[in-house]
């Protein structure tokens, strides 16, 4: 599904920084009311369950800067999706706060768009109809609808199939429509819930570094949710751990890598192996080095 629309900047815009591929910028005053700026505070979410609340999500704290890319990963059941829609906004029912640029989120908005992993695509609709159905309700006009769609079919490489049907494309190229679909909004929040769970490795590496295109290209700040730690760690410059029952942040590892990054390298490989033993603790799988400097395992806390 895709989230609405605000056309404020030129298709071509980059609005990241170099810098921002290896850093996690600080957080100061000014910082907080940029775009693109996401803070999580305080934030619980129950479920009633035969009648019972049961919680989901226990005081997730998280800031986000512009730009940033943080992965987030966990067992499953650990109340990762349900974070991604809030932080969509699909689910006004929870306790805490999300801000967005300093000012707290009321439902949808134009400004974050959603990916699943179900891709949700209309077979009887072309794919340049497909990836329209992100501008319903933006009150463009048919010809600025087809300029940003089209837009966004060349950005995804998808130019020469606007008059294709989902079923006559591959699975790699369908899960692309459902991204041009979410990026013709132009959000400055990007969430992926597990978009690349179902493909095969090599389809897998080759969306992966598509997708780092993109962010790239236009600026976003990116939350991604992932089981694959190695795709984590090659596209975050963060990776957030969490553990259910109930769902929280149990450790922050970043990712200071410039990309693009080789999954052999040492130094990416001494990451991921430190993400999965954050992950594995609990269960006593491999446990945390007892002086890990570049492993915090106090979530980041933000005044509220
Ligand atoms: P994850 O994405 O990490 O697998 P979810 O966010 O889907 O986890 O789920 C977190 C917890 O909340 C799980 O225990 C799940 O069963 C429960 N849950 C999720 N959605 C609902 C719902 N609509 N009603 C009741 N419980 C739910
Ligand atoms: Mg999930």
Known sequence: ?????????????NRGSETLDVAVP???????SRPG??????????????????????????????????????????GKSTLLRLLAGLEPDYDGEIRIAGSRIAGVSFDRAIVFQERHLIPSLTVEANVGLGLLGSGLSVAAKRRAVHDRLELLGLGGFAQAYP???SAGMAQRIALARALVTRPRILLLDEPLGVFDVLTRARLQDELR???????????????????????GNRIVV???????????????????????????????????????????????????????????????
């Open 1 to 13: 599904m895709t989230i609405p629309f605000r056309q404020t900047r030129s298709p071509n815009s």
């Open 26 to 32: 600080a957080t100061n005053e000014q910082n907080m």
């Open 37 to 78: 700026r996401l803070d999580i505070c305080h934030v619980s979410k129950r479920y009633l369950v035969a009648g019972r609340p049961v919680p989901a999500l226990a005081d997730i704290n998280l800031s986000v800067a512009p730009g940033e890319f943080t992965s987030i990963v966990g067992a499953s059941g650990c």
């Open 167 to 169: 079923g006559q494309l």
């Open 213 to 235: 295109r993109i962010v790239r290209h236009e600026g976003m700040t990116t939350v991604l949710v992932t089981h694959d730690v190695d795709e984590a760690v090659y596209l």
């Open 242 to 304: 969490m553990r259910p029952h109930p769902g929280r942040i149990v450790g922050i590892v970043p990712v200071p890598l410039a990309y693009p990054r080789n999954r052999s390298d040492p130094a990416f490989i001494r990451i991921r192996d430190r993400v999965l033993g954050v992950l594995g603790a609990e269960e006593g799988v491999a446990p945390i080095p007892a002086a890990t400097p570049a492993v915090s395992l106090v979530p980041q806390r933000i005044a509220s």
